[in-house]
Structures are given as structure tokens and as C-alpha cells.
């Protein structure tokens, strides 16, 4: 298989409408009452061709063919198997022959000469017009060159029509590895798909790509597992997760589970193990399943039985319950065992009961059990010899061998039948039309403490089960975040401020104020709800769970308290919190480290030997990168990167020591030639647009799924393109031209891992990428893995460099606000970096119950991780190494040893680090960990940065033994001195040795 030049950049763009015509869609008219069907590629009128320009030939050839008509006075626009775009000969006439060319060239030309006839003048007019035909070909000749270059076009626009990209668009099927290999398309509804699946692949005739979905697909997402290729064994899914269940669906199930109640807990691993506890069928059989609609939050499935009913369920993150919604089916509940017993709820004395709604409602102390005057559960045994057990009502127990105690809610009356002798499942008596909720009743600490099980007497004590009672009448279908943005300065410091400037100081603003932030996000979560039935009080209040992370910045007064809540529900990420209310909010307070952290050195200047000895190093380590080569785009975006910081640190040391800029301007330039090779991809690899998913991917992964780490399946993006936001954030500073000439192509890097639209399945905007990619909202931090089938739901490795794919993507666009040029909100790329930050510290970092008398942490810090990770032995590790939404572990994919776990989450070393790990933090990790750790040379200049957060004196001295060429990709030494010169307690006054270039020299 053949592909464009690398240089073969066409353009296209999106267009809305219906495609049902074969022929190239033209820019709709839409109205108020149009329907968003999607987004397909056309090509633009500057459209460049990936081989030759026939356009130009076959104008040349009808001159030099007396003028006959050629392919009936047209041309038919196609695209080729080599994905460029070509004029081509219509199918009723075969090009012309080259020897009707010739013959015709030799009669127009033998015509033309023949001029004049046989009078006296007739030879020199033969001449004249020899003359001036050669003039003409060798015009035509060069204007046939011309037009084979590439055309100058307008940079990309984005309107409300249509979205452009500056990278080739591709169909990922001409590279054999098409979506349908990777997702299933069966499994989304109709509505779902782009032109509800009736324009499915790519279109030859009209050159349209047509999207999987109609909106971008959420390559991030929770519930990918769900729809991914291949499916694990017997045709069931692999997990997601939506705390504190998880959940696997099949042709004809959906199983649902608890996986912590089997946690498997080594010294160095945390897994919890999916059994399906609880799964739901029905007694009629299925015809299809779809996903209907998803969003941030939750994911909804429905099942379609061949009797024309169906049943369709709502997994939300932090939902304490299962929620299935039945039309017209007969429910079937089974038990991955069997039932120990099935009953209705009772209290000590034998009464039914439920919640005393007026105490809960005016938010006193719970409800004492009451004796109702309506039964919600009426038990009797059924007549027959088939020992089956009927009970009718809206409250039932369930309990399972396992000593699970599941409650369940039903929104109108049923009639369940429990076999007593096979004890393996409840099948409802007829067809069932409403909801069902089943709830974990999980033991409380004091009973799992004590090695018991959760009896039925104490349930009727409860007041978790009181609260899951009450609160099972409202439950949600769906849910967004939203977010803004308030300013913390003061009256004060604004007065303070236009003073400093009247006297020609530094204003006080967010990039100088250090680790103070004078601006907040404010995170909000809001779930769609719905009532069990019309009966029920309009103030009742949506009960769900969050996680550490939340608990931690939440109002007090949203969460319940052990004494209103003593059930524990847990997951990976620790104890999950009550929260009543169908909306929430909380504050993160926003990172204000740009480029570099503090003005460290303010009005005073860097001392000249360690100026010099920087300089001196960058000279050598940007000498030493020319014979570098990447071998696929993570490892390209670390070198690039690197060498950007090289530019950077010459810019700074430059002005603070006033040496002369010659370093600056070399490293400006290399970086720029680098950068721009690869955005043309003229390097070993190159980008391209997915039109089915909407991404930016490699090309060389889409040829080779072992190649460039799975980004062209959409893993770790914002490590790659971080990398490559950094870098260009830095050549921006030093060089504007770049952003003027390749501002689009890092923009589209930018939309591709932080664009803030397309929420949901429902609404799409213009730009055709999807919401956050790898951001998931209710974990707090991001997960890198894409689209791949995971056992453990998704994951991630690096958290430092999920880190600063953020931070580049803030530094770039700061750097474009500073030039006065339209940027993506600055203050949303805050917020995610901070998110990650904050995620990162929660449940990468950790602190072990007992320390060294060196060592000591605060209160809230050990309490934080109490919270997450209770395992002591476990959290003296001090870092995961991975986490996934079903298991933490100390260790990398690609090595056992624990110190890679740590040095894994701590690169790549930039200003933003220092706010990343605290002082606290690493006075421990370092202490306990990398100091007792025999660290590979590639490694050191990671290690001496950790190390130098808490002593940058000693981390200066153990760099000058750095070599750059033996570090890792990633590093040199001019940046890990630079490092340590920049942090707060580094004084030159403490060093024993300013240091020399040493080793390093030719």
C-alpha cells in the first residue's frame, strides 16, 4: 500500500447536513428546525494534490490537441487508494493514447506552420509563428511547474458550518486497521452513529470520510470496555467502572459487582476483583443491545427482548445503587452463587418498616424503625410442590452465599418467585413495566472488624440502610460538570498594585505571585434525575458518594456523617463519602507557575559561575542532540521538549548573566527547524487527522499498533502532544513567526487532549474533537489508555506527564494571549492542570502510617491517605506506580523495581514539578526510597532533581558527575542544574564547588 508525500497537505473541512447524495454536498442552509446528523470531509477548493496536478496536464494536452474536446469537456474529483485527491477520467471514455497525442501535437503544429501558403512572405510567418508557439509551450511549461508546488492557502477558520484541520485526513481503513476492528458499531443505537450508520464508510465517488459517531468519540470514557474489540471470554465485555460497582454486559446480560468485597492485597498491589455478584436478565429473549446516550458522569445501555420490550439501565459514577428501568419485560435477578435467603425487611419485633421521612426531610438525627400501616412486602409460600417462595411488594432483602446483602427497591408492586431448592435466581411472576434499584448493603467497619457478617436484626439499627430507603425514590439518568472562575485579590492588593506601577514596580498578578493563587475554579457536578414514581415528595434529594479527592474540598454540610450514614461503601480510590443533593460544587485553587515557577532571582542576577557553567553545558547538550534520532512520537516529543527547555534556560541565563545571546539564537533555531520538520512530517513520522473518531494520530502507529505506544489508538495523547505544546509554547516566546505560520497545527494538538465542547452523545460543536479526552471529571485526573480492551477498566502510568501535557497546553496558550491572539481559555487549561496536580498527590502519592524520627507529615496529609489507601505496608511504597480503576500497583509495565515506580511519575523535570511533589511529600519518598536505590545512569538526572527539592546543595554537587549523553531522552544536565539553581532554599554561598563542564568536553 502506497501513501501521499509527506509534504501533501489537503485541506478539508466539516460540513452539516444529511450525505445521502453521492455527489459532493454543498454548504447547507440550516434553519432552527434542522437536524444535526454529523460532520463529513470534503475537500476545499486549495486542496493540494498528493502526486501530479492534471488539472494543468489535461489543459495543456486540449491545446496541444487542435482544441478537441477532452473527457467530455469535464473532470471527475475521486479519491485514490493512495489517500490523495486527483482528477480522474470519467468511466464512459478511456484517456487519450500517447500516440493520439503526438499525432495530434504534429497536425495542429504542421497546421499552424502552413500559414501564409506559398506566397513570398509566407516562410517569414512561418517563422513569426514557430516563434511564438515555442513561447507559448515553454510558458505553459513552467506554469505546469508552478502549479505542481504546493498552493499557498488560508489558514484554517472554524465556523458554525464547518471545522478544518491542518493535518492530512484519513480513513484509518486504508491503513487496515478500520474502526469496526476496534469498536463494535452494533452496539450503539442507530441515533447514535453518524446518518444513523447509513453512511458507514468512507464514500469514493464524492471523497467523504464519514465519522463513526455524529459526535466525536469519547476515546477517554469510563464505558469504552463496553464496545471495544475483541470481547473477553463468552462474549462479556471487559469492566468499566462506575464507583462503587462495576459492571460487564453481554448478548443477553448486564452483571454487576462489588469488586472490593474480594480485594487481593500484596506488599506492593491493591486489585480488586470483579465476580458478578448480581446479574440481570429476562425471561424473554434479546434481540439487540445498544448504548443509548452517554456524557461525562454515567453511560446508559438498554436491552431489546424479541417481544418488542426492553429494559435499559443507568450507570453513574457514585450512584450507592443499580438502577433498571423496564418496559414491558419479566426481570430475572440472578445471584453469581446462590440466594442464602430472600425476604421482606423487618425489624426486631417482625414489622415492616421504612424511614420516618419528616426527621430525615428536616435533617434531624435518623429515624427510629416504625411499624407501617401499609406492608411493602408481603411474604408467602406459592401452592404446588415446586417449594417456590412468592413475595409481593415494592422492599425486598436479598442475601447471597457470599454474606451480600442487597436491598431492593421497586418502583410499582411486584410479584417476585424464589425457587427454594435451586437458590440461584428471582424471576418476576409476569411482565414487570417500571424501575428497579438494588443496593449493597456493605458491612459496616465494627462488623468486618470483628470478622461477621452484616444479620438481618442489625439492618433494622442502620442508619445508611434508613438513608438508602429514603433516598431510592429519586434516581439520576445522567449528568454534566460545569465550571467558572472567581478572583481572590483583594481590595487591597488591587490598590496596592496601581501604586506599584505609578512607582514603576512589578504588579502583583497570578504569574508572579508564587505558589498564593488569586483565582479559583469552581467544579460542578450536576446529575439529571428522575422520581420512582409520581407519589413521592418533590423535596426528596438524589443520595450519592464521592471520593477522597471530593470529600476533601466539599462543604461539610453536603456530606453525611458517620452517625447519618454508618454503612462504608469503598473502591480503589478508598472510603466513598454520602452527599445528598442532585448538584454539588466544589473549589480548586489554580495553579500559577507559567514558565517558571517563581521570579526567583527578581531584580538580582544569577551568579555568574553558575551562569557560565550553565551556558557552557547547553552548548554541549544541544551539540550532543544533532545525532539523536526519535524512533517513534513519544520519544520525539521528550527530545523536543528537552531541547526547548535548552532555549528556554539560554534565554534566562542569558539576560540574568548578560552574556552574549549567540547560545539562545542557535537553540532558537534549531527547535524551530525541528519543529517545524515534524508538524510538515517531514520526520520519521507524521501526524494525520482520524475522521472516523476525531483525533490527531501518528501514521506510523496506524500502519504498526506496536509503534508510537498506542497513540493511534488514542492512548496517552496528552503525554505525546504535551511534550510538543511545551516546546512550541517556548519557541513562541522566542520566535512569533512560528505561532503566525504553525499556530493551527498546535492549536489542533491542543483541541485534541483539552477541548472544552462536545460534552455528551447529545450536543456537537465545530471543532470535531472530543470533551477532555483523557480527563475523567469524577476521578479527578486522567486516564491514558484509549481505545483497548483493559482488564482492569482504564488506567495510567505517568501521572507527572498526564501533568504537563496540561501545563504545555497552558504555557501555549498564555504564550498566545500574551501576543493578543485568540487562545483557548487560559483558566480552563489551569483547571485541568490543577485537577491533575491534586489528583496525582491523592492517589500517586502516599504517606505510611509510621516515619522516621527525620520524617514528619502533617495531620491532614495522614488522614488523606488513611482515607485512600489503607494498607500500611502498601502505602510505604510512598508512590503507585499505576493506577487503574480496579487495581494500584507499585511498579511500572515495563519494570518491577519501585524506584522506576517513582521516577516514572516524576518526569519530565519542569517548573511546574517543585509544585507537583512538596517538600513534605519528598522528604520521605526520597529518604526512604530513591536514597537506598543503585539508580541506572539513564535515570540519575531524575533522581538528583527529586533529591534536590528538599537539598538542592547536595543535588548540585552530585549533578556535576552528569553526563548528558547517558541520561535518558528526556534530560540533560544543563536542565537539571538549571533546575536546582531556580529552587527556593538553592544559595550559592552553601556550595562547595561551583562546578565544570568535566566529562562532558570533546
Excluded at 443499580?322 to 417482625?350: E, H, N, R, W
Excluded at 517545524?676 to 476525531?694: C, I, P, T
Excluded at 511545551?726 to 492549536?747: K, P, R, W
Excluded at 537539571?976 to 565544570?996: A, K, M, P, Q, R
Aim: net charge negative; hydrophobic share 35%; glycine share 6%.
Amino acid at each position: 500500500m502506497s501513501f501521499p508525500e509527506s509534504n501533501s497537505r489537503p485541506q478539508f473541512h466539516y460540513f452539516y447536513g444529511s450525505t445521502e447524495s453521492d455527489e459532493s454536498p454543498k454548504s447547507p442552509q440550516l434553519s432552527d428546525n434542522d437536524i444535526l446528523l454529523g460532520e463529513s470531509l470534503v475537500p476545499t477548493d486549495t486542496e493540494e494534490d498528493g502526486t501530479h496536478d492534471t488539472r494543468s496536464q489535461n489543459f495543456l494536452q486540449v491545446l496541444l490537441t487542435n482544441g478537441r474536446e477532452l473527457h467530455n469537456g469535464s473532470n471527475t474529483l475521486r479519491q485514490s487508494s493512495t489517500e490523495s485527491y486527483q482528477y480522474s477520467d470519467p468511466p464512459n471514455r478511456p484517456p487519450s493514447s500517447q500516440n493520439e497525442e503526438n499525432e495530434s501535437f504534429i497536425f495542429y503544429l504542421e497546421s499552424m506552420l502552413n500559414t501564409g501558403g506559398s506566397r513570398s512572405y509566407a516562410h517569414i510567418t512561418r517563422v513569426c509563428v514557430f516563434i511564438l508557439m515555442m513561447s507559448l509551450i515553454v510558458t505553459l511549461f513552467f506554469l505546469v511547474l508552478k502549479s505542481r508546488a504546493p498552493p499557498t492557502t488560508k489558514s484554517p477558520t472554524i465556523s458554525r458550518k464547518g471545522f478544518q484541520t491542518p493535518y492530512p485526513v484519513v480513513d484509518r481503513a486504508d491503513y487496515n486497521d478500520p474502526a469496526s476492528n476496534i469498536v463494535n458499531s452494533t452496539l450503539f443505537a442507530p441515533a447514535l452513529l453518524f446518518n444513523e450508520g447509513r453512511k458507514e464508510k468512507t464514500d469514493k465517488t464524492t471523497n467523504i470520510i464519514y465519522p463513526f459517531l455524529r459526535v466525536p468519540f469519547p476515546t477517554g470514557a469510563f464505558w469504552t470496555n463496553l464496545v471495544t474489540e475483541p470481547p473477553g471470554p463468552k462474549g462479556l465485555s471487559h469492566p468499566i467502572v462506575a464507583y462503587p460497582y462495576a459492571f460487564k454486559w453481554s448478548e443477553f446480560s448486564l452483571q454487576a459487582s462489588y469488586p472490593v468485597i474480594r480485594r487481593k492485597e500484596e506488599s506492593r498491589s491493591i486489585y480488586d476483583i470483579f465476580q458478578p455478584d448480581i446479574s440481570f436478565e429476562t425471561a424473554e429473549g434479546i434481540s439487540n443491545r445498544h448504548i443509548m446516550k452517554f456524557d461525562v458522569l454515567s453511560v446508559t445501555t438498554r436491552f431489546y427482548t424479541t417481544d418488542q420490550g426492553f429494559w435499559e439501565s443507568y450507570i453513574v459514577h457514585g450512584s450507592p445503587y443499580i438502577t433498571i428501568k423496564y418496559s414491558s419485560t419479566t426481570p430475572i435477578l440472578k445471584a453469581f452463587s446462590i440466594f442464602q435467603k430472600v425476604m421482606c425487611p423487618f425489624d426486631q419485633d417482625g414489622n415492616y418498616y421504612d424511614g420516618n421521612e419528616n426527621l430525615l426531610r428536616d435533617g434531624l438525627s435518623p429515624p427510629a424503625p416504625r411499624k407501617l400501616t401499609w406492608r411493602v412486602c408481603t411474604p408467602s409460600t406459592g401452592s404446588g410442590d415446586d417449594d417456590t417462595a412468592v413475595l409481593h411488594g415494592v422492599q425486598f432483602l436479598l442475601q447471597t452465599q457470599e454474606d451480600m446483602t442487597w436491598i431492593l427497591f421497586a418502583s410499582e408492586l411486584i410479584e417476585l418467585k424464589f425457587d427454594a431448592t435451586k437458590r440461584t435466581e428471582i424471576v418476576a411472576s409476569k411482565k414487570f413495566t417500571g424501575v428497579l434499584r438494588l443496593a449493597l448493603i456493605p458491612p459496616t467497619s465494627d462488623y468486618a472488624a470483628n470478622g461477621e457478617t452484616l444479620g438481618l436484626l442489625p439492618l433494622s439499627a442502620s442508619t445508611g440502610l434508613k438513608r438508602l430507603v429514603y433516598h431510592s425514590g429519586v434516581y439520576p439518568v445522567g449528568g454534566s460538570v460545569t465550571w467558572d472562575f472567581r478572583s481572590t485579590i483583594s481590595p487591597t492588593a488591587v490598590a496596592q498594585n496601581a501604586v506599584n506601577i505609578i512607582a514603576g514596580k512589578t504588579p502583583v498578578t497570578s504569574s508572579n505571585t508564587g505558589s498564593d493563587g488569586k483565582k479559583v475554579g469552581i467544579v460542578h457536578f450536576n446529575f439529571e434525575t428522575r422520581f420512582l414514581n409520581q407519589n413521592l415528595n418533590s423535596n426528596l434529594q438524589l443520595l450519592t458518594l464521592v471520593l477522597p479527592h471530593h470529600a476533601n474540598v466539599l462543604q461539610p454540610e453536603l456530606m453525611l456523617g458517620g452517625d447519618d450514614f454508618d454503612l462504608e461503601y469503598n473502591c480503589i480510590k478508598g472510603t466513598m463519602t454520602p452527599v445528598v443533593g442532585s448538584t454539588w460544587s466544589y473549589e480548586e485553587k489554580l495553579t500559577n507557575t507559567v514558565f517558571d515557577r517563581v521570579a526567583k532571582y527578581g531584580n538580582k542576577t544569577m551568579d555568574p559561575n553558575v551562569a557560565e557553567l550553565i551556558l557552557k553545558n547547553i552548548k554541549i547538550d544541544i551539540d550532543l542532540l544533532q545525532s539523536r534520532q526519535s524512533p517513534n512520537i513519544h520519544i520525539y516529543g521528550k527530545e523536543v521538549a528537552r531541547l526547548a527547555q535548552l532555549a528556554h534556560i539560554a534565554k534566562v541565563v542569558t539576560k540574568q548573566s548578560k552574556a552574549s545571546s549567540l547560545i539562545l539564537e542557535i537553540a532558537t533555531s534549531k527547535l524551530y527547524d525541528s519543529l517545524v520538520s515534524f508538524l510538515r512530517g517531514q520526520a520519521n513520522d507524521e501526524l494525520v487527522y482520524d475522521a472516523k473518531f476525531g483525533g490527531i494520530v501518528s501514521r506510523n502507529n496506524l500502519l504498526d499498533l506496536n509503534d508510537d505506544i498506542g497513540n493511534g489508538r488514542y492512548s496517552n495523547h496528552h503525554f505525546h502532544y504535551g511534550y510538543v505544546l511545551y516546546a512550541s509554547a517556548v519557541l513562541g516566546q522566542l520566535n512569533s513567526t512560528f505561532v503566525h505560520e504553525h499556530g493551527e497545527c498546535i492549536d489542533s494538538l491542543l483541541n485534541d487532549i483539552a477541548h472544552k465542547g462536545n460534552v455528551d452523545s447529545e450536543t456537537v460543536d465545530e471543532v470535531f474533537f472530543p470533551f477532555a479526552r483523557h480527563t475523567s471529571w469524577y476521578d479527578g485526573h486522567s486516564f491514558a489508555v484509549g481505545l483497548f480492551p483493559q482488564p482492569n477498566g482504564k488506567s495510567q502510568e505517568s501521572s507527572s506527564e498526564a501533568v504537563n501535557g496540561y501545563y504545555g497546553g497552558y504555557l501555549w496558550s498564555t504564550m498566545k494571549k500574551n501576543m493578543g491572539l485568540s487562545a483557548q481559555s487560559t483558566d480552563f487549561l489551569r483547571l485541568l492542570l490543577t485537577m491533575e496536580i491534586r489528583g496525582a498527590q491523592t492517589y500517586w502519592h502516599m504517606f505510611p502510617s509510621s516515619l522516621s524520627k527525620n520524617v514528619t507529615i502533617s495531620r491532614a496529609a495522614a488522614r488523606d491517605t488513611d482515607l485512600v489507601y489503607k494498607n500500611s505496608t502498601f502505602r510505604s511504597n510512598y508512590m503507585v506506580g499505576y493506577l487503574g480503576m480496579l487495581d494500584a500497583v507499585c511498579s511500572t509495565y515495563f519494570a518491577k523495581e519501585l524506584y522506576f515506580a517513582h521516577l516514572i511519575n516524576l518526569l519530565p523535570i519542569t517548573a511546574i514539578t517543585s509544585e507537583l511533589f512538596s517538600k513534605e511529600y519528598v522528604r520521605g519518598q526520597y529518604e526512604h526510597v530513591i536514597a537506598k536505590a543503585n539508580i541506572p545512569k539513564a535515570w540519575r538526572g531524575y533522581s538528583i532533581c527529586n533529591h534536590a527539592i528538599i537539598n538542592p546543595t547536595n543535588a548540585w554537587e552530585e549533578a556535576q558527575n552528569l553526563i548528558s549523553s547517558e541520561l535518558d531522552e528526556g534530560i540533560s544536565k544543563s536542565q537539571v542544574l538549571y533546575f536546582i539553581s531556580t529552587l527556593e532554599d538553592f544559595d550559592v554561598s552553601n556550595l562547595t564547588i561551583i562546578g565544570n563542564v568535566g566529562a562532558d568536553k570533546e
